[in-house]
């Protein structure tokens, strides 16, 4: 039986090219047009398992899917860096002068709005979402109306490329995590990056302990990110992202790490997607 993948979006989206990347194209799509739906699809068991941006280079972190993560108890299995390509598509037959709305995820418009400063009667409508916008004109064949979506949406919904590439800043990328209910069995000799949260009491230089333990233990710091904890003011978890070579450094880091915080958890342990 083929995986249910929970994304966030509409068939089309850079989380549907994500799912289809990791787990190719026979898998069943759950749609979700929101990061609070997709985690409960996983929770009801619609979904097996589900994909979630997390940051991005333009935009930084994604901070609410931190705590989704972490209050669900969802365990991170695997990730990706994916670079963000905005292209203009509408119904095969026209050129960009017959287009005069662009409709979109209001991201995407933003990161777009230098292109379209040479088409000032170009009017710019936010919506939901990319690749939802582009089903829409395909279904409901919308002329005069053009998407920003992946060029995958173009192929999905059988329309014409406009203009390709048309964002500003052109090194745009996103990092997504596969998540799941079930704790992952990764083997050990695949696995070198983890993802931990973490409390720490108001004592000076706590947190710069915890940072020499992972300097000493030779993990690489690749993101450290504090959210506040709820009901408890001025209180803070601290969710870090560290690389390795070395297992068993990593796991002595854990053990070391487990007895200087108040509160520990392992958020996952997978390949890294940089490499």
Known sequence: MNKVIAIQGAEGSNHHKVARDFYGDNIQLKECMSFDALVDSLLDKSADLGVMALENTIAGS??????LIDKNNLHIIDEEYLNIHHHLMALKGQQIHDIHEVWSHPMALLQCKEFFKQYPEIKLVEDVDTAEVAKRISKENLK???????????????????ED???TIKE??????????KEPNNGIDTINKASLKFQLNHKRGSLAAILNVLSDCKMNLTKI???PVIEMPWKY??????????YSNYKKAESIIQIMAEEFKILGTYKNGRQ
């Open 62 to 67: 994604i901070i609410p899917n931190y705590a």
């Open 144 to 162: 005069g109306i053009a998407a920003i979506a992946p060029k995958i949406a173009a192929e999905i919904f059988d329309l014409a490329i406009l």
């Open 165 to 167: 590439e048309i964002q």
């Open 172 to 181: 745009n990328s996103t990092r997504f995590v596969m998540v799941q209910t």
């Open 225 to 227: 990110q504090s959210l």
């Open 237 to 246: 978890s601290f969710f870090v992202d560290v690389t390795f070579d070395d």
